[in-house]
């Protein structure tokens, strides 16, 4: 069974930084393209960044030089350091496959407030 478990999120002030962590247990986890996700009240799930199988990074053009994404294939871990961060940063952060193909895990709540 597939398990997705996000940490790492919490509360911080505009222009600060977070690093959030998943663990992924019961895949082969190096076989997959992985991303990273948000979810702010009353919006829509949407994505963040990815990294491929072999490293290949994408990020969504708001997050574009402020968040990398990082993956750990031995350890079975995906991160995601944030940096300058924003009040409308302020969501659940998730991670999973790129196409979604996993059940979501419980997120990690960052916000962002001063």
């Known amino acids: 069974q597939v398990q997705l478990v996000e940490s790492g999120g919490g509360l911080v002030q505009p222009g600060g930084s977070l690093r959030l962590s998943c663990s992924v247990s019961g895949i082969i986890f190096s076989r997959y393209t992985m991303a990273w996700f948000r979810q702010a009240p009353g919006k829509q799930r949407d994505l963040v960044a990815s990294?491929?199988?072999?490293?290949?990074?994408n990020y969504a053009e708001p997050v574009k030089g402020r968040f990398t994404i990082s993956r750990n294939n031995a350890e079975n871990t995906l991160s995601l350091e944030m940096s300058g961060l924003k009040v409308e940063e302020t969501a659940v952060y998730y991670c999973n496959s790129l196409s979604r193909q996993f059940r979501w895990g419980q997120g990690t709540q960052v916000t962002v407030s001063s």
């Open positions: 990294i491929s199988t072999v490293g290949f990074t």
